[in-house]
Protein backbone atom coordinates (compact mmCIF):
# COMPACT_ATOMS: atom_id res chain seq x y z
CA UNK A 1 0.00 0.00 0.00
CA UNK A 2 1.25 3.67 -0.51
CA UNK A 3 2.22 5.65 2.24
CA UNK A 4 3.74 9.71 2.51
CA UNK A 5 5.44 10.66 4.82
CA UNK A 6 5.91 14.30 5.80
CA UNK A 7 8.58 16.22 8.40
CA UNK A 8 8.77 17.57 10.57
CA UNK A 9 5.16 17.38 12.05
CA UNK A 10 5.68 21.46 13.80
CA UNK A 11 8.39 23.69 12.76
CA UNK A 12 8.82 27.33 14.89
CA UNK A 13 11.48 29.60 12.81
CA UNK A 14 12.61 33.39 13.34
CA UNK A 15 11.87 35.94 9.91
CA UNK A 16 14.88 35.67 7.76
CA UNK A 17 15.96 32.21 8.30
CA UNK A 18 15.56 29.12 5.80
CA UNK A 19 13.13 27.05 5.66
CA UNK A 20 13.40 23.24 4.20
CA UNK A 21 10.14 20.33 4.16
CA UNK A 22 10.66 17.38 2.76
CA UNK A 23 7.82 14.83 1.85
CA UNK A 24 8.57 10.88 0.55
CA UNK A 25 5.86 8.58 -1.06
CA UNK A 26 6.43 5.04 -0.83
CA UNK A 27 4.48 2.43 -2.37
CA UNK A 28 4.37 3.91 -5.96
CA UNK A 29 6.50 5.24 -8.86
CA UNK A 30 6.66 8.18 -11.15
CA UNK A 31 3.43 9.75 -8.83
CA UNK A 32 2.28 13.36 -9.45
CA UNK A 33 3.47 15.42 -6.37
CA UNK A 34 1.73 18.16 -4.74
CA UNK A 35 2.42 21.28 -2.17
CA UNK A 36 -0.52 23.28 -0.33
CA UNK A 37 -1.32 25.72 2.57
CA UNK A 38 -3.47 26.27 4.92
CA UNK A 39 -3.40 29.45 6.71
CA UNK A 40 -5.72 29.83 9.84
CA UNK A 41 -9.51 29.81 8.92
CA UNK A 42 -8.82 29.48 5.65
CA UNK A 43 -9.14 26.60 2.55
CA UNK A 44 -6.25 24.79 0.80
CA UNK A 45 -4.13 26.54 -1.67
CA UNK A 46 -1.82 25.20 -4.14
CA UNK A 47 1.57 26.12 -4.17
CA UNK A 48 3.50 23.45 -6.45
CA UNK A 49 2.93 20.54 -8.36
CA UNK A 50 5.01 18.17 -9.89
CA UNK A 51 4.56 15.62 -12.73
CA UNK A 52 8.21 13.89 -12.72
CA UNK A 53 12.07 13.98 -11.60
CA UNK A 54 12.78 18.01 -11.92
CA UNK A 55 9.28 19.26 -13.41
CA UNK A 56 7.98 22.03 -11.06
CA UNK A 57 5.03 24.26 -11.56
CA UNK A 58 4.57 27.25 -9.35
CA UNK A 59 0.71 28.21 -8.68
CA UNK A 60 1.26 31.30 -6.88
CA UNK A 61 3.99 33.98 -6.85
CA UNK A 62 5.65 33.51 -3.45
CA UNK A 63 8.59 33.62 -1.02
CA UNK A 64 9.09 29.63 -1.52
CA UNK A 65 10.44 27.20 -3.54
CA UNK A 66 10.27 23.42 -4.49
CA UNK A 67 12.55 20.76 -5.63
CA UNK A 68 11.74 17.22 -6.40
CA UNK A 69 14.93 15.21 -6.49
CA UNK A 70 13.97 12.33 -7.36
CA UNK A 71 10.98 10.16 -8.01
CA UNK A 72 9.04 9.70 -4.99
CA UNK A 73 10.56 13.05 -2.80
CA UNK A 74 9.38 16.46 -2.96
CA UNK A 75 10.97 19.26 -1.03
CA UNK A 76 9.26 22.73 -0.05
CA UNK A 77 11.88 25.76 0.75
CA UNK A 78 12.58 29.27 1.34
CA UNK A 79 16.04 31.05 1.93
CA UNK A 80 14.26 34.02 3.72
CA UNK A 81 11.06 33.26 5.55
CA UNK A 82 8.48 35.58 6.05
CA UNK A 83 5.70 35.83 8.53
CA UNK A 84 3.34 36.06 6.08
CA UNK A 85 5.06 32.03 5.26
CA UNK A 86 3.15 30.78 8.46
CA UNK A 87 0.54 28.28 8.41
CA UNK A 88 -0.32 24.60 8.03
CA UNK A 89 1.52 22.93 4.69
CA UNK A 90 0.57 19.75 3.20
CA UNK A 91 2.03 17.40 0.57
CA UNK A 92 0.11 15.12 -1.50
CA UNK A 93 0.02 12.66 -4.44
CA UNK A 94 -2.13 11.32 -6.44
CA UNK A 95 -3.17 8.22 -9.09
CA UNK A 96 -5.15 8.02 -12.14
CA UNK A 97 -8.56 5.76 -11.48
CA UNK A 98 -10.45 6.10 -14.28
CA UNK A 99 -11.21 9.78 -15.92
CA UNK A 100 -10.18 10.72 -11.84
CA UNK A 101 -6.78 11.68 -10.16
CA UNK A 102 -7.50 10.64 -6.70
CA UNK A 103 -5.22 12.72 -4.33
CA UNK A 104 -3.97 11.59 -0.80
CA UNK A 105 -2.84 13.79 1.62
CA UNK A 106 0.44 13.87 4.53
CA UNK A 107 -0.24 14.60 7.75
CA UNK A 108 1.52 18.41 7.15
CA UNK A 109 3.55 20.48 9.04
CA UNK A 110 2.97 23.36 11.10
CA UNK A 111 4.93 26.64 10.66
CA UNK A 112 5.01 28.87 12.77
CA UNK A 113 7.13 32.43 11.68
CA UNK A 114 8.48 34.37 15.07
CA UNK B 1 -11.96 34.94 -8.30
CA UNK B 2 -13.01 31.67 -6.19
CA UNK B 3 -14.16 28.81 -9.07
CA UNK B 4 -15.16 26.65 -6.26
CA UNK B 5 -17.45 28.01 -3.19
CA UNK B 6 -18.37 26.60 -0.14
CA UNK B 7 -21.32 29.00 1.08
CA UNK B 8 -22.18 27.71 4.38
CA UNK B 9 -18.89 28.03 6.79
CA UNK B 10 -20.71 25.56 9.23
CA UNK B 11 -23.54 22.77 9.68
CA UNK B 12 -25.13 21.44 12.59
CA UNK B 13 -27.48 18.13 12.80
CA UNK B 14 -28.41 15.81 14.77
CA UNK B 15 -26.99 12.42 14.79
CA UNK B 16 -28.81 10.35 13.15
CA UNK B 17 -30.30 12.83 10.68
CA UNK B 18 -28.84 13.67 7.29
CA UNK B 19 -26.04 15.85 6.71
CA UNK B 20 -25.95 17.82 3.07
CA UNK B 21 -23.19 19.71 2.55
CA UNK B 22 -22.99 21.96 -0.81
CA UNK B 23 -20.63 23.01 -3.20
CA UNK B 24 -20.71 25.19 -6.35
CA UNK B 25 -18.40 25.62 -9.16
CA UNK B 26 -17.72 28.56 -11.87
CA UNK B 27 -15.57 26.52 -14.25
CA UNK B 28 -17.59 24.75 -16.66
CA UNK B 29 -14.22 22.92 -17.81
CA UNK B 30 -14.02 20.75 -14.47
CA UNK B 31 -15.15 17.53 -15.36
CA UNK B 32 -14.41 15.63 -11.86
CA UNK B 33 -15.01 16.56 -8.02
CA UNK B 34 -13.63 15.26 -4.78
CA UNK B 35 -14.39 15.72 -1.35
CA UNK B 36 -12.50 15.62 2.12
CA UNK B 37 -12.79 15.19 5.61
CA UNK B 38 -9.96 17.52 7.76
CA UNK B 39 -9.58 17.16 11.22
CA UNK B 40 -7.85 20.05 12.87
CA UNK B 41 -3.87 19.75 12.62
CA UNK B 42 -4.22 16.95 10.06
CA UNK B 43 -4.26 16.49 6.40
CA UNK B 44 -7.54 15.92 4.68
CA UNK B 45 -8.92 12.51 3.86
CA UNK B 46 -9.99 11.09 0.69
CA UNK B 47 -14.16 10.28 0.68
CA UNK B 48 -15.25 10.08 -2.41
CA UNK B 49 -15.14 11.36 -5.96
CA UNK B 50 -17.80 11.94 -8.82
CA UNK B 51 -17.04 12.18 -12.75
CA UNK B 52 -18.93 14.28 -14.82
CA UNK B 53 -20.22 11.41 -16.34
CA UNK B 54 -22.12 10.71 -13.57
CA UNK B 55 -24.97 12.75 -11.52
CA UNK B 56 -24.42 10.29 -8.22
CA UNK B 57 -21.54 8.35 -6.66
CA UNK B 58 -22.28 6.73 -3.61
CA UNK B 59 -19.86 4.66 -1.12
CA UNK B 60 -21.65 3.67 2.22
CA UNK B 61 -23.14 6.49 3.99
CA UNK B 62 -21.53 8.96 2.00
CA UNK B 63 -23.46 9.87 -1.62
CA UNK B 64 -22.47 12.72 -3.73
CA UNK B 65 -24.81 14.16 -6.31
CA UNK B 66 -23.70 16.40 -9.20
CA UNK B 67 -25.91 18.67 -11.25
CA UNK B 68 -24.05 19.99 -14.46
CA UNK B 69 -26.48 22.43 -15.46
CA UNK B 70 -26.66 24.11 -11.90
CA UNK B 71 -22.59 23.41 -11.87
CA UNK B 72 -23.55 22.21 -8.03
CA UNK B 73 -22.48 19.26 -5.93
CA UNK B 74 -23.56 18.07 -2.46
CA UNK B 75 -22.54 15.14 0.04
CA UNK B 76 -25.01 13.54 1.72
CA UNK B 77 -23.74 11.81 4.99
CA UNK B 78 -26.53 9.28 6.17
CA UNK B 79 -26.81 8.62 9.00
CA UNK B 80 -24.67 11.36 10.47
CA UNK B 81 -22.40 10.19 13.28
CA UNK B 82 -20.43 12.32 16.13
CA UNK B 83 -17.20 10.71 14.25
CA UNK B 84 -18.07 12.57 10.96
CA UNK B 85 -17.97 16.08 13.42
CA UNK B 86 -14.86 17.53 10.54
CA UNK B 87 -14.09 20.45 8.11
CA UNK B 88 -15.81 19.05 4.68
CA UNK B 89 -13.96 20.26 1.57
CA UNK B 90 -15.02 20.12 -2.34
CA UNK B 91 -12.60 20.09 -4.82
CA UNK B 92 -12.42 19.92 -8.73
CA UNK B 93 -10.35 18.95 -11.63
CA UNK B 94 -9.84 19.05 -15.37
CA UNK B 95 -8.59 15.20 -16.23
CA UNK B 96 -7.47 16.52 -19.58
CA UNK B 97 -4.62 18.96 -17.64
CA UNK B 98 -3.04 15.48 -16.50
CA UNK B 99 -1.74 17.36 -13.47
CA UNK B 100 -4.26 16.44 -10.93
CA UNK B 101 -4.25 19.52 -10.01
CA UNK B 102 -7.33 20.26 -7.11
CA UNK B 103 -8.91 23.99 -6.56
CA UNK B 104 -10.35 23.63 -3.52
CA UNK B 105 -13.52 25.32 -1.64
CA UNK B 106 -13.14 27.20 1.69
CA UNK B 107 -14.68 24.25 3.64
CA UNK B 108 -17.68 23.54 5.66
CA UNK B 109 -17.29 22.82 9.37
CA UNK B 110 -19.92 19.96 10.64
CA UNK B 111 -21.19 19.41 13.66
CA UNK B 112 -23.41 16.36 14.82
CA UNK B 113 -24.56 16.35 18.02
CA UNK B 114 -24.91 13.35 20.54
Known amino acids: SQTIHQWPATLVQPVGSPLSLECTVE??????LYWYRQAAGRGLQLLFY??????ISSEVPQNLSASRPQDRQFILSSKKLLLSDSGFYLC?????????????FGPGTRLTVT | DQQVKQNSPSLSVQEGRISILNCDYT??????FLWYKKYPAEGPTFLIS?????DKNEDGRFTVFLNKSAKHLSLHIVPSQPGDSAVYFC?????????????FGQGTTLQVKP
Open chain 1, 92 to 104: AWSVAKGFIYEQY
Open chain 1, 27 to 32: GTSNPN
Open chain 1, 50 to 55: SVGIGQ
Open chain 2, 27 to 32: NSMFDY
Open chain 2, 50 to 54: ISSIK
Open chain 2, 91 to 103: AASVWSSNTGKLI
